[in-house]
Antibody, heavy 122, light 107 residues
């Protein structure tokens, strides 16, 4: 059974940093692309980053480009999201998700974690 | 960026009836379209990918159709557990984008 367990969320001040982690189990982590998707309170869903299975290619929307960095450690079956220069509108539940194949292009998320809440507030 | 538009914010349907949810893309996404279901306090669950292929363990009452810019999710006979929010999402062009969601509520 695929399991994705996010951690690292919490309260941070505007301009601060936070690193999220996602521990994966139940599948061959190194064989799959991964992603982070967020959901602001009471709002819809937004992809914030994705990474191929090897880590060689990463993807970001303009809203987080230059502030967020996705990475992975295949030896630890763990996905990360480093978030810098956080803004109030980054407040959201952040979901870790497993993409259907090793590449991001033309593929979507098929399994999701339960999410971790990030609150950016002074 | 491709804008995904779900025509109904809320849809009220009685249990046992058919529900039809619509989604439109601002430009072609081919068949790279997924549908997700989300219940309160839970993560989204993949229902349909490739516009019409059911994901693992998804009941046959869920079906998807369409291509290019117009897509439909049909739930043939609504069960109590189907009342939730449904999102369409394109994965043809980065950044991948979701519709704003349709809340399916009990009539």
């Amino acid at each position: 059974e695929v399991q994705l367990l996010e951690s690292g969320g919490g309260l941070v001040q505007p301009g601060g940093s936070l690193r999220l982690s996602c521990a994966a189990s139940g599948f061959a982590f190194a064989g799959y692309a991964m992603s982070w998707v967020r959901q602001a309170p009471g709002k819809g869903l937004e992809w914030v980053s994705a990474i191929t299975n090897s880590g060689g290619t990463t993807y970001y929307p303009d809203s987080v480009k230059g502030r967020f960095t996705i990475s992975r450690d295949n030896s630890k079956n763990t996905l990360y999201l480093q978030m810098n220069s956080l803004r109030v509108d980054d407040t959201a539940v952040y979901y870790c998700a497993k993409v259907a194949t090793s590449i991001v292009a033309g593929n979507t998320n098929e399994n999701w974690g339960q999410g971790t809440l990030v609150t950016v507030s002074s | 960026e491709i804008v995904m538009t779900q025509s109904a914010a809320t849809l009220s349907v009685s249990p046992g009836e058919r529900a039809t949810l619509s989604c439109r893309a601002s430009q072609s996404v081919s068949s790279n379209l997924a549908w997700y279901q989300q219940k309160p306090g839970q993560a989204p669950r993949l229902l349909i990918y490739g516009a019409s292929t059911r994901a693992t363990d998804i009941p046959a009452r869920f079906s998807g159709s369409g291509s290019v810019t117009e897509f439909t999710l049909t739930i043939s006979s609504l069960q109590s557990e189907d009342f939730a929010v449904y999102y369409c999402q394109q994965y043809n062009n980065w950044p991948y984008t979701f519709g704003q969601g349709t809340k399916l509520e009990i009539k």
